[in-house]
């Protein structure tokens, strides 16, 4: 089926350790986003891109950095992991506006 | 800047009775707006969105929202809410003069249904 997938589902790091969330999409849009999602403070956006080889920083990037090397795919990374970086990471993607986002099905980081 | 404030974090609704989930949005520019449904363990669905023209606008599961310009208001309603319908329900607004979607969310608010 078309749509955003997000790997992995759930990943526990240690305090310290690095990762990095991979995005892909299969509808040919142009835009991608990833968010995270924290309790009673809605989804906040960390970083965008409006195409490939493009980033662009959002609310909350410190501590994040992200890749677009290829139209389809969006990484986010993680260089050092730290306990406040414990959420839910959300990627979406968007076509010509304003048709509104794909979300993926979302990656439980849990940093310990 | 925009932001979204959801005045109610849990809004708790009899099954088959109406139910309005509240937004209020802030803005210097013209922006879109749009009602996000989230179930459970789940991404992101997009409910409805208002870009122009009708202040009135119908979405999937028969919701519907208003858009108030002079309130800077985007309430989302439904006449009668099934159990099917708890879920996580999220506003969101986005400038309309860019040229793509930067949204930002609001903090959400909890819609139970009761039988």
């Known amino acids: 089926n078309a749509g955003v997938t997000q790997t992995p589902k759930f990943r526990v790091l240690k305090t310290g350790q690095s990762m990095t969330l991979l995005c892909a999409q299969d509808m040919n849009h142009e835009y991608m986003y990833w968010y995270r999602q924290d309790p009673g403070m809605g989804l906040r956006l960390i970083h965008y891109s409006v195409g490939e080889g493009t980033t662009a920083k959002g609310e909350v990037p410190d501590g994040y950095n992200v890749s677009r090397l290829k139209k389809q795919n969006f990484l986010l990374g993680l260089e050092s992991a730290a306990p406040s970086q414990t959420s839910v990471y959300f990627c979406a993607s968007s076509s010509d506006r304003p048709y509104g986002y794909t979300f993926g099905s979302g990656t439980r980081l849990t940093v310990v | 800047a925009q932001s979204v404030t959801q005045l109610d974090s849990q809004v708790p609704v009899f099954e088959e009775a109406p139910v309005e989930l509240r937004c209020n949005y802030s803005s210097s520019v013209s922006v879109y707006l749009f009602w996000y449904v989230q179930y459970p363990n789940q991404g992101l669905q997009l409910l409805l969105k208002?870009?122009?023209?009708?202040?009135l606008v119908k979405g999937i599961n028969g919701f519907e929202a208003e858009f108030n310009k002079s309130q800077t208001s985007f309430h989302l309603r439904k006449p009668s809410v099934h159990i099917s319908d708890t879920a996580e329900y999220f506003c969101?607004?986005?400038?309309?003069?860019?040229?793509?979607?930067?949204?930002?969310f609001g903090p959400g608010t909890s819609l139970s249904v009761i039988p």
């Open positions: 208002y870009l122009s023209g009708s202040t």
């Open positions: 969101a607004v986005s400038d309309a003069k860019t040229s793509y979607d930067k949204v930002i």
